[in-house]
C-alpha cells in the first residue's frame, strides 16, 4: 500500500465564494440531539459544525460549472444541454443510450424496474442502501459477492471492492436462469469506499459473457475507482483515468450513476446502457416518472454543470487531492491507534465502531452510538453504517459496523480534517464511558433516515 503522508495536501484550488460555518455551544448541541431524536439526518445545517454525513450532491462546483448554468437552454424537448450532456457521457462511457435522472436512485428505479422480476437474484459485489431497496421492491433478492478481505478492516488489500469470482461463479451455475443481471459498485461504498480492480473487473465480465448475463456498473465514484486502479494497479500508472474509464466501460453492459458523487454537481443522475431494448422500455417509465428523455427531472442548465462536472472529476490534480485528503485523515487517526477501514477509501474514512466501542453489544447499536457522540463532542456529523442501516441484511449486521466520515469534494480544508482527527481522537480517550443506545421507533425499509434513538 502507498504510504500515508504525513503533510496536508495542498488544495489545488484557491477559494473565491465562502460559506459561513458555527460551531454550537455544547448544551445547545445537547439540546439539537434531544430534538432530533438523536438521529443525526433530523439536525439542521446550522446546528453541524462539520458535516460528513455523506459526498453526495454536496460538492463546491467550479467556476466553470457555475458559468456552464448560464447557458441553460431550457426547452423542454430537444436542449442543446441535453445534447452536450449525451455527448459527454457518451464520450467517457462508449453506452449508446443514455436517460438522465435526477439522481441514481431513479436510474436505480427504472432500471430495476425493467430488468428485475419477482424470484430474482442480483448478485453485486455489495449493494449500497438504495440499490438493495430497488432490488428489494421489485420482488428480488440482493446478493452480496464482495471478497473476503472487505469484512476485515485491519486488512490492506488494495481492491477490498472486488468481487469474489468464485462465489459469482457459484450463484451464476447455482441459480441459473434468475439471475438477470450482475451489478459492481464502484467504489464499494457499504465496505469503505474500496475500489475493484481492473483484473477484476475483466475476470467478473469474463464470467458474465459465457453465461450470457449482462453487467451492470453502479458507476458513482467510477473516477475515484479509476485513480485507485492507475496508482494501486500494475503497469496502470501511465494511463489516463479516461483511457482507464474506456477498458471499464468497455468490460459492462452499462450503468446507472448518481453525478451527485463524481459528476461533482448537487443533483443529477442517469442511466446508461448498450440494449436497445431495455433502453424503450426505460425510456416509458422515465416519462412517466421522471420527464421528457431529453431532460429527466432535472432543469436543463443541471445538465450542462453535469457534463462540466464529469469532465473536471477525471481530473488527475483534483483525483490525487481527493484521495491524499482522504489519506491524511486517516494518517491523524491511525497515530491514535483508532480503529478504521484500511487502507482508506476514495471518499471518506469509515470508523471500525465494532472495534471503536468493543464492550458494547450490536443490539447496543455500537455505530450509532459513535456518530451520536461525535456530534456532541465536536459537531461533526456523520453516519452510521451497520445494524441501523443494514439490520435486515443479516451478513452485514453480523459483519460490519461502520461509522462513514464522507469527505464532500473540494468543500473541506486540511485544517478542517484535522479538528475531525481531533473530535474523534476526544470521544476515543473516553470510550469506555459509553454506554450505547436503542432503537425506539423504525420504518420498514431504509429506517436510518428516519429512527428514533434513545441512550442507554
Ligand atoms: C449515492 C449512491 C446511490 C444512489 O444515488 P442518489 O443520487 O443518492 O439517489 C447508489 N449507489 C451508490 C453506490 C451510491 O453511493
Request: hydrophobic share 40%; with cysteine; net charge negative.
Amino acid at each position: 500500500m502507498e504510504e500515508l503522508p504525513s503533510l496536508p495536501p495542498v488544495e489545488p484550488f484557491r477559494i473565491k465564494v465562502v460559506e459561513a460555518i458555527h460551531l454550537l455551544p455544547a448544551p445547545e448541541r445537547e439540546a439539537a440531539l434531544r430534538r432530533a431524536h438523536f438521529n443525526l439526518f433530523n439536525l439542521s445545517s446550522d446546528e453541524i459544525y462539520i458535516d460528513l454525513l455523506t459526498d453526495s450532491g454536496t460538492s463546491a462546483m467550479s467556476d466553470r460549472q457555475w458559468s456552464a448554468l448560464m447557458l441553460g437552454d431550457e426547452s423542454y424537448a430537444g436542449s442543446r444541454n441535453f445534447r452536450r450532456f449525451e455527448e459527454t457521457v457518451r464520450g467517457i462511457t462508449g453506452f449508446p443510450y443514455l436517460l438522465p435522472t435526477h439522481q441514481g436512485r431513479a436510474a436505480e428505479n427504472i432500471f430495476f424496474s425493467s430488468m428485475v422480476k419477482r424470484g430474482d437474484i442480483i448478485p453485486n459485489n455489495m449493494h449500497f442502501d438504495t440499490t438493495q431497496e430497488h432490488v428489494r421492491r421489485n420482488g428480488a433478492v440482493p446478493m452480496n459477492a464482495v471478497v473476503r478481505e472487505a469484512y476485515d478492516s485491519r486488512s490492506e488489500h488494495p481492491f477490498k471492492g472486488n468481487m469474489d469470482t468464485a462465489l459469482l461463479e457459484k450463484i451464476l451455475r447455482d441459480q441459473k436462469g434468475k439471475v438477470p443481471l450482475v451489478m459492481m459498485t464502484l467504489t464499494n461504498n457499504t465496505g469503505g469506499g474500496q475500489p475493484a480492480s481492473l483484473e477484476n473487473l475483466r475476470e467478473v465480465s469474463a464470467l458474465c459473457r459465457k453465461v450470457g448475463v449482462p453487467l451492470y456498473l453502479d458507476m458513482c465514484r467510477w473516477a475515484e475507482n479509476a485513480y485507485f486502479i492507475r496508482t494501486r494497479e500494475a503497469g496502470m500508472s501511465e494511463h489516463s483515468i479516461r483511457e482507464i474509464g474506456k477498458e471499464i466501460f468497455a468490460l459492462a453492459d452499462g450503468a446507472t450513476m448518481s453525478a451527485k458523487k463524481d459528476g461533482l454537481v448537487n443533483i443529477g443522475g442517469f442511466v446508461a446502457t448498450r440494449d436497445e431494448k431495455l433502453f424503450e422500455r426505460m425510456r416509458e417509465l422515465l416519462i412517466v416518472y421522471e420527464g421528457f428523455p431529453t431532460y429527466g427531472g432535472l432543469a436543463r442548465r443541471d445538465l450542462e454543470a453535469m457534463a462540466v462536472g464529469l469532465e473536471e472529476a477525471m481530473g488527475l490534480d483534483y483525483l490525487e487531492h481527493r484521495t491524499a485528503q482522504v489519506a491524511y485523515l486517516g494518517h491523524l487517526l491511525e497515530t491514535a491507534d483508532i480503529p478504521f477501514m484500511h487502507p482508506p477509501g476514495g471518499h471518506g474514512i469509515y470508523l471500525d465502531a465494532g472495534a471503536f466501542l468493543p464492550h458494547l453489544s450490536r443490539e447496543n447499536l455500537p455505530g450509532q452510538t459513535l456518530s451520536i457522540e461525535l456530534y456532541r463532542e465536536g459537531g461533526v456529523r456523520t453516519v452510521e453504517i451497520g445494524g441501523v442501516m443494514f439490520g435486515e441484511g443479516k451478513d452485514l449486521r453480523e459483519r460490519l459496523e461502520l461509522v462513514r466520515l464522507a469527505i464532500p469534494r473540494r468543500v473541506y480544508t486540511a485544517s478542517h480534517l484535522s479538528y475531525v482527527a481531533e473530535t474523534v481522537k476526544r470521544v476515543w480517550e473516553r470510550r469506555a464511558s459509553l454506554r450505547g443506545c436503542r432503537m425506539v421507533s423504525a420504518t420498514e425499509s431504509l429506517r436510518h433516515f428516519t429512527a428514533h434513538f434513545e441512550p442507554l
